[in-house]
């Protein structure tokens, strides 16, 4: 994907089939199950392709195991059919990603043969509900196999522990190589483009105003149909069809901190179903790091929310009580907080309680919302989607959805253990070469052709394997525009030790310059800019009571 192709291509004036609001999970879901269609479709983003939610997950690709739960114990269809849907779709994500998501094991430790039976059985329906698409069966372990397994672990007070199969993937770049396949099928697909208005005529909408955010340049752009794919900023697009509209959403804050590899297996993750407060958090490995999170707070809705610190110290005093050593903020390499959109129901005050299936609401003058969901059920949301918009939007017999069995860039030519091929092939070392595979999957080859080439096989920092060819890469092929664009989401440098990322901002600026042409005044405004920012999630902020106080 070229930036500035792209952009000509929405001020050229051809009225689109589709403009998709929103370069998240669902926005980029949508613009690729339209595009395999045959459907003219333009996706614009305002800010990065997964900036927002899409890219502070836990990183997992599941099908609730807690919602499953609540299925049962109330009864609860809708629920139900949730979790049945969740597991259909994590299945289908692993085998068209492969290189992005692959399957984890996960324990959770019980204290009672009662409490491991009851959770057993809620599993083995789990694994029943997944079908063909099972990832393993799930076992309970006496307390000495569970410390074997996680010897980490503090089992004081349990004696047994149940574990189980999920997924996980690598969110932000699952967001950017889906807006990348939706472009090689003809998507029009550009970032940092703000949608400021939309354009009616005889009371229905006909397209969009915009703003290039880069260069302050305003146009319009037709379309027979608009969805609003926001995320948490839904409502806000909603309300510039119309201005008195009731709010759907509420949305809650997930926080997530990045701790040392050594206080967790590689292979087995933790998973808290309940705590005190009710809140269910995960131990997971990642990126050769381990995520701990998730809180699940009422939050109100910002760009770029600040962790508060107390949430940190909420994930500490929990990861110290489940570990044989205390966990500190010395210990914290990385944080995080991002912003779940949340389908509001006014009866029910409690995030926790609220649905988490989505919603499609069509407005009077055709505006086509898609809310809600997760990551894990992107696919079938665009499916449904896309369903409404040809039907509401008259855009004729497309093709059928086709994203079902779709294989993504990267993953057409991918085997499991491919990066040995390539550290042979290539004579790259094994790091180098695990890495690539594993962020690019087939295309791991072409970044280090264009290292060896253009001499950018120098690691970015000397703790980690990302190299200068994948910052030029991603400027020339997935429209990274700004040194955070690069640290957050095309690399996981960010996300996994903030201290180094910050050390590591100039010489991906370096890169960037001479790839965009920026003079020095904007390359030291991207590496502050960046730093910025990572300082400021990293330092999180105090809560305000406690401030006030």
Same mark, same amino acid.
């Given at each position: ?415 499991? =253990?491919?990066?040995? /091929?390539? #550290? %042979? *092939?290539?004579?790259?070392? +094994?790091?180098?070469? @695990?890495? &690539? ?77 001479? =790839?965009?042409?920026? /003079?020095? #005044? %904007? *390359?030291?405004?991207?590496? +502050?800019?960046?730093? @910025?920012? &990572? ?15």
């Amino acid at each position: 994907m070229n930036r500035q192709d792209n952009i000509n291509q929405l001020r050229a004036g051809d009225p689109f089939d589709l403009v998709v609001i929103g370069g998240g999970a669902t926005g980029c879901g949508i613009a690729l199950d339209a595009a395999t269609r045959g459907l003219s479709v333009a996706l614009l983003e305002r800010d990065d392709f997964a900036q927002g939610t899409s890219s502070k997950s836990t990183k997992l690709v599941h099908g609730g195991v807690r919602y499953l739960e609540k299925a049962v114990k109330k009864l609860d269809r809708a629920q139900f059919d949730l979790v049945r849907e969740g597991l259909r779709e994590r299945g289908r994500l692993l085998k068209n990603a492969p290189h992005l998501a692959h399957s984890i094991r996960l324990m959770t430790p019980v204290k009672t043969w009662r409490e491991a039976a009851y959770i057993y059985a809620g599993l083995v329906l789990y694994d029943m509900l997944s079908g063909c698409l099972s990832l393993g069966r799930s076992a309970v372990v006496s307390k000495k196999k569970a410390a074997k397994l996680f010897p980490q672990l503090n089992l004081d007070g349990y004696v047994a522990a149940v574990i189980y199969s999920d997924g996980q993937f690598n969110d932000a770049r699952m967001a950017v190589t889906l807006a990348r396949t939706a472009a090689s099928y003809g998507a029009v697909c550009a970032n940092h483009v703000e949608v400021t208005g939309l354009v009616k005529q005889g009371g229905r909408i006909s397209g969009v105003t915009v703003r290039d955010c880069l260069d302050g340049q305003e146009f319009t752009i037709a379309a027979k149909g608009v969805v609003n794919a926001a995320g948490p900023f839904a409502d806000a697009i909603r309300r510039m069809d119309d201005p008195e509209v009731a709010p759907m959403l509420k949305t809650s804050s997930g926080i997530h901190i990045l701790l040392p590899a050594d206080v967790a297996p590689r292979d087995l993750s933790l998973m808290i179903p309940k705590t005190e407060d009710g809140r269910v958090l995960f131990m997971i490995p990642w990126q050769g790091f381990v995520l701990f999170g998730t809180t699940d707070e009422p939050a109100p809705i910002e760009f770029d929310p600040a962790p508060e610190r107390r949430d940190v110290d909420y994930l500490l005093r929990y990861a110290s009580a489940y570990l044989r050593r205390p966990v500190t903020r010395d210990d914290v390499l990385a944080v995080w907080s991002g912003l779940r959109p949340l389908v509001f129901n006014p009866n029910k005050k409690n995030t926790q309680e609220l649905a988490r299936s989505h919603v499609i609401d069509i407005s009077a003058s055709g505006l086509l919302t898609m809310t809600g969901g997760k990551w894990t059920s992107y696919r079938s949301m665009a499916e449904e989607a896309v369903d409404a918009a040809c039907q509401t939007f008259c855009l004729g017999q497309s093709r059928p959805c086709a994203t079902q069995e779709l294989r993504l860039l990267g993953s057409r030519a991918y085997l499991p =253990e491919g990066w040995r /091929d390539l #550290a %042979r *092939r290539e004579g790259v070392a +094994d790091e180098l070469a @695990r890495s &690539l595979w594993t962020l690019y999957g087939d295309e791991a080859a072409a970044i280090v052709k264009l290292g060896r080439d253009e001499d950018l096989l120098t690691p970015l920092h000397p703790e980690h394997p990302y190299v200068g060819a994948e910052v030029a890469f991603a400027v020339r092929h997935e429209m990274a525009q700004h040194v955070g664009d690069v640290l957050l989401r095309r690399l996981p440098l960010g996300l996994l030790n903030m201290r180094h990322a910050m050390q590591a901002a100039a010489a991906v600026a370096d890169i960037m310059a001479r =790839e965009l042409g920026w /003079d020095e #005044a %904007r *390359r030291d405004s991207e590496v +502050d800019n960046a730093c @910025r920012l &990572l300082a400021a999630w990293f330092a999180g902020r105090e809560d305000q009571a406690a401030a006030q106080a």
